[in-house]
C-alpha cells in the first residue's frame, strides 16, 4: 500500500472517530469543542440557546425612594431604574458590542430583552470564555447568561437567567434562577449594588 | 464476508463517483462554485460587515489590507476554477478561509470549518479520490450533528422552534416568525399575537394553539430522523436515490427556516455530487442564488 493511500483511508478513519471522541473528550475532560480541527457546536455537551450580556460598574445607582411612615410596600414592587450607562449586550459577531442607552423605567424591560439579538446554541462554559475573549476589555463586573426558554406543555414562555462575578479575571456563578422566581432585571440591579 | 467488511463495502459503494466517466466536470462545477462562494464571501461579505459596523456611517471598506486580500481571493478563485493544477488556488482559499476561522475565533461559525476542510482536501487529496472523500465527509457531518441534537431536548421538545417563533422580535432568529407568519396567511391558520409590546421579565402565558404544538414537536423530531437516519440509507442501494433527495430537500429546508444559507449552500454542493453531473448545470446555481436572495431577504 502506497504512502498516499495510507494517509487517505487514515483521513477516512478520522473523519468517522473524531467526531465522537472529540464529543466524548468535551463532555469528560473539559476539552475545547472548538481547537484541534474542533466539531465545535456538534461537540458541545450540553448546550443551550443563549446570550451572554456584560454589565459595567454603573455610574451611579438611583436609590429607591423610602417609603413614607406608614405607607405599605405595594405588592409588586416597581422595577428600579438602572443608572446609565449600565449593560453592554455582547453580540457574537466580533467586535460587536452593543451599548444601550439609558434606560427609561417604563420601557427597560422591554428594552433589555429586545436588546439580546443573538443567541447562539453553546453551552454556558463555551460561550463565557468566546464572551469573555472579546469583553475582558470593557471590565465587566458582572455577566448574564440568558436563555429564552418555552414550555409547549405549560405554553409558558420564560428566561433562565445565570449571573457571574467577573472579579480578577476568573468567573464565579452567583446564582441561577428563572423569570417566574424574581425579575432578571432586579437581580441583575441588586448584584450590581443598584439595590 | 464479516460485517465491517460489507459495511465498508456500502460505503464504498455509497461513495462511489455515480458516473465515473463524469467526475472530473463535477468536480470542476463543484469548484467553481466554491470559487465564487469565496469572491462573494471576501469581497461583498467584507463591505457589507464594514457598513454594519459602522452603523450606517458610509466610510470606504477597502483599505490596503482588505484590497490585498480581495485579490488574493479573487486570485485564488481563478486558479481553483482552472480544470487542471487547480490545487495551488484551493491552497490559496484554504488559507483564507483558515484567517476567516482565526480572526473569528472563537466564534467562528461552524460552516467555517466544513469551508476549510473542503478547499484543504480539494488542495492535497488526489483528484480521482476527492469526491469520495467530501460523499463520505457530508454524511458524516449530517450523522453526528443529529447524534449532537438529540442528546440535548432541544429538538425533540419542539422547543427551538417554539423560542424561534416567540422570541423578541428584534432577534437575529427571525426568518423563522416571518416565514411562519407568511404561511399562517395562506392558510388562514390562527397564529397567536406575538408578544411585542409585553413585559418580557417575568413568565408569559402563551396561546399556543393544539397545530402549532404539534408542528413544532413534528418538525424537531423530522429534523432528528433526518439527520441520524438519512446517512445509513445513503449506504443502501434501494434506498439510496430517495435517501439523498430527503437530505437534499432537508438542506433547502435548513437554509429556508433555520436561516443558515452559507450551510445550506454548501450541503447542496457536497450532496449534489452524488448525482450524474447533469445536475450540477442548474440544481448548484439555484442553490447558490436561491442561498443568497434568501440572505438579502431577511437581511
Known sequence: MSARAVYLKAAYVVLTVWPLAHMLLALFIDFSPWKFMGWGMYATPYPELQQIVAFKKPLECRAQSPLAHGEARPAIEPRPALASPVFEVYDWQPRRVQRVPSLLPEQESLRFFEALRSFSVWNTESSLDRALERLHPYQPVLLAAIRPRISLERKLFYWDLSLYRYPNRHVRLVNRYDAGEVDPLISIGRELGCL | ?299
Open chain 2, 1 to 299: 464476508m464479516s460485517r465491517v467488511h460489507r459495511l465498508t463495502a456500502a460505503i464504498r459503494d455509497a461513495i462511489a463517483a455515480p458516473a465515473p466517466e463524469s467526475e472530473e466536470l463535477a468536480l470542476h462545477a463543484f469548484r467553481i462554485y466554491f470559487a465564487l462562494y469565496s469572491v462573494l464571501d471576501c469581497v461583498i461579505g467584507e463591505f457589507a460587515q464594514q457598513i454594519q459596523l459602522l452603523q450606517g456611517q458610509f466610510v470606504p471598506p477597502f483599505t490596503p489590507r482588505h484590497t490585498l486580500l480581495n485579490a488574493l481571493v479573487v486570485f485564488g478563485a481563478l486558479l481553483v476554477s482552472r480544470r487542471r493544477n487547480y490545487q495551488a488556488g484551493a491552497l490559496l482559499l484554504a488559507a483564507y478561509h483558515l484567517f476567516k476561522v482565526v480572526s473569528y475565533f472563537p466564534m467562528s461559525g461552524n460552516h467555517r470549518y466544513l469551508e476549510l476542510l473542503i478547499y484543504l482536501s480539494l488542495a492535497v487529496v488526489p483528484a480521482q479520490q476527492v469526491g469520495r472523500l467530501l460523499r463520505y465527509a457530508i454524511l458524516t457531518i449530517f450523522f453526528y450533528s443529529g447524534l449532537q441534537k438529540a442528546l440535548y431536548g432541544y429538538y425533540w421538545s419542539g422547543e427551538i422552534f417554539a423560542i424561534q417563533a416567540f422570541l423578541p422580535p428584534e432577534s437575529h432568529l427571525v426568518a423563522f416568525r416571518m416565514q411562519l407568519q407568511a404561511l399562517s396567511d395562506v392558510f388562514g391558520l390562527s397564529l397567536p399575537s406575538l408578544a411585542v409590546e409585553r413585559d418580557w421579565s417575568r413568565h408569559i402565558a402563551l396561546d399556543i394553539p393544539a397545530w402549532m404544538d404539534t408542528a413544532f414537536k413534528v418538525m424537531g423530531r423530522a429534523a432528528l430522523a433526518a439527520e441520524i437516519g438519512l446517512p445509513p440509507l445513503v449506504l443502501w442501494r434501494r434506498t439510496r436515490k430517495l435517501a439523498l433527495a430527503a437530505l437534499l430537500a432537508f438542506s433547502a429546508y435548513i437554509g429556508i427556516f433555520a436561516s443558515e444559507y452559507e450551510f445550506a449552500s454548501t450541503n447542496i454542493a457536497c450532496l449534489l455530487l452524488f448525482q450524474h453531473p447533469k445536475y450540477m448545470r442548474w440544481a448548484l446555481p439555484l442553490a447558490f442564488v436561491g442561498c443568497r436572495a434568501m440572505e438579502a431577504i431577511t437581511g
